[in-house]
């Protein structure tokens, strides 16, 4: 579809409607959702019940509503519009209703190509070679994280968070994608990422997952059970996530925002 698509004036185009997420929809959003659904529809009519709940169309039922499929289309949008590198499908299927329900991930980055993918239990893969478990944090001689990843970064927040940001990280990096920020920190490519405001599950639900099964650490910081985090459409939490618990509680305490 997006080879379909390749300029920036066409990949712009929006539908004039806002999904259910909140956003305003871009035709690509639409038509990518659209591909997704006739898939599940498919799956569907062979027998399978469960919940879709999608960045664009919400919650619809597929004769289940205890088993989830959690969907972003298109996370990083705005990458995917102007061709930036990193955007990504995201798909969770979870056993309950948050967070800690969901037993298998999967993030497509376009950009780069990569597929990750993670089964409860059972490990994580990038490209179908499974995530070293082992990997920790690397820090600089004054003891910052290396490299800590931002999401949601408005020039306001990051303002506003600069100084913790400063006192925790030799650099930053923002990709534009939490999904795939998430995916960098199960891989080791990062040490670290903070969303500086709140995200949806639909932004989270399959990357937290690959980044715990790749011996990662997540925490949706407002709540008190770290993976408490609803699996719905509203944005009820910043996501922190560390190679290390280390790294987790200095990620932990960089100032958010709503």
């Not at 980055?109 to 070293?132: C, I």
């Not at 699996?231 to 910043?238: C, V, Y």
Request: charged share 30%; aromatic share 6%.
């Amino acid at each position: 579809m997006l080879a379909d698509k390749p300029t920036i004036a066409e990949r712009v185009m929006e539908t004039g409607t806002r999904g259910e997420g909140g956003d305003r929809t871009l035709e690509i959003d639409q038509i990518a959702e659209d591909f997704v659904f006739a898939e599940l529809e498919a799956l569907h009519d062979a027998g399978a019940r469960f919940t879709a709940i999608s960045e664009e169309r919400g919650v619809v039922d597929f004769g289940d509503p205890d088993r989830l499929v959690v969907i972003d289309p298109i996370d990083g949008s705005v990458n995917a519009k102007r061709g930036l590198p990193h955007f990504a499908l995201s798909i969770a299927v979870s056993e309950g209703s948050t967070m800690a329900d969901v037993v298998f991930g999967f993030v497509q980055d376009f950009g780069p190509d990569e597929e990750w993918v993670a089964v409860r239990g059972e490990g994580a893969q990038l490209d179908g070679v499974t995530l070293d478990c082992s990997i920790g944090e690397r820090r600089t001689g004054d003891d910052k994280l290396e490299v800590i990843g931002i999401e949601s970064a408005d020039p306001r927040w990051v303002v506003q968070s600069a100084d913790a940001l400063s006192d925790t990280a030799h650099r930053l990096r923002a990709i534009g994608a939490i999904a795939v920020s998430l995916c960098q920190v199960a891989a080791g490519r990062f040490d670290a990422m903070v969303s500086l405001k709140r995200c949806r599950a639909v932004d989270a639900a399959a990357a937290q997952l690959i980044v715990r099964e790749a011996g990662g650490y997540v925490e949706f910081i407002a709540f008190d059970d770290p993976l408490g985090a609803p699996l719905d459409l509203e944005p009820r939490s910043p996501v922190v996530a560390a190679r290390t618990d280390r790294g987790l509680a200095g990620v932990r305490r960089v100032p958010v925002w709503p």
